[in-house]
T-cell receptor, first 112, second 114 residues
């Protein structure tokens, strides 16, 4: 069973609307949680990194939250744009650089 | 900085041929990672280097895969002989090294083995 579960698997929204993506994890020990955006045909790009002590972090229209007690994170996108269409990947790290667990991603499509 | 640079961008080869993928990490980064991405399995870590030394190669699928990092600015991932099931996108990524540092990915190499 994957230690990082993302939902929904895919999502279609209209331009200008908000949306929230979910990430639940069982990784332990926990060092940080990252959200990446991956455009089609490109490498993932970091949106946010949150450590154990942080429960929210923003990057423009992207806001990530973290509840380390329930092991849940969300990524909220405000006023979506067509360019937000991409896969969003949740990554949870243990204490070592090589101990990153990747979620399967949520495929977001923003339609005009 | 140009970011992490990978070449080639696309590679099409026949089964049994040798394939070499190349990566130039961001200058000053001391950690380098090779990942493979497929629809079925998502992103998987193949190998991780720190200060040019392989630290964890447990993700390398089998002996057909090998990776080297002869210096801080260059790494290669070689598949010999290649098989159709190796078809995937291979990403190289680099970071400043500590576990909470941002990871920067290259644009990937799309490998197709016929």
């Amino acid at each position: 069973k994957n230690q990082v579960e993302q939902s929904p698997q895919s999502l279609i929204i209209l331009e200008g609307k908000n949306c929230t993506l979910q990430c639940n994890y069982t990784v332990s020990p926990f060092s940080n949680l990252r959200w990446y955006k991956q455009d089609t045909g490109r490498g993932p790009v970091s949106l946010t990194i949150m450590t154990f002590s942080e429960n929210t972090k923003s990057n423009g229209r992207y806001t990530a939250t973290l509840d380390a007690d329930t092991k849940q994170s969300s990524l909220h996108i405000t006023a979506s744009q067509l360019s937000d269409s991409a896969s969003y990947i949740c990554v949870v790290s243990g204490y070592n650089n090589n101990d990153m667990r990747f979620g399967a991603g949520t495929r977001l499509t923003v339609k005009p | 900085d140009a970011g992490v640079i990978q070449s080639p961008r696309h590679e099409v080869t026949e089964m049994g041929q040798e394939v070499t993928l190349r990566c130039k990490p961001i200058s000053g980064h001391n950690s380098l990672f090779w990942y493979r991405q497929t629809m079925m399995r998502g992103l998987e870590l193949l190998i991780y280097f720190n200060n040019n030394v392989p630290i964890d190669d447990s993700g390398m699928p089998e002996d057909r895969f090998s990776a080297k990092m002869p210096n801080a600015s260059f790494s290669t991932l070689k598949i010999q002989p290649s098989e159709p099931r190796d078809s995937a996108v291979y990403f190289c990524a680099s970071s400043l090294g500590t576990v909470n540092e941002k990871l920067f990915f290259g644009s990937g190499t799309q490998l197709s083995v016929l």
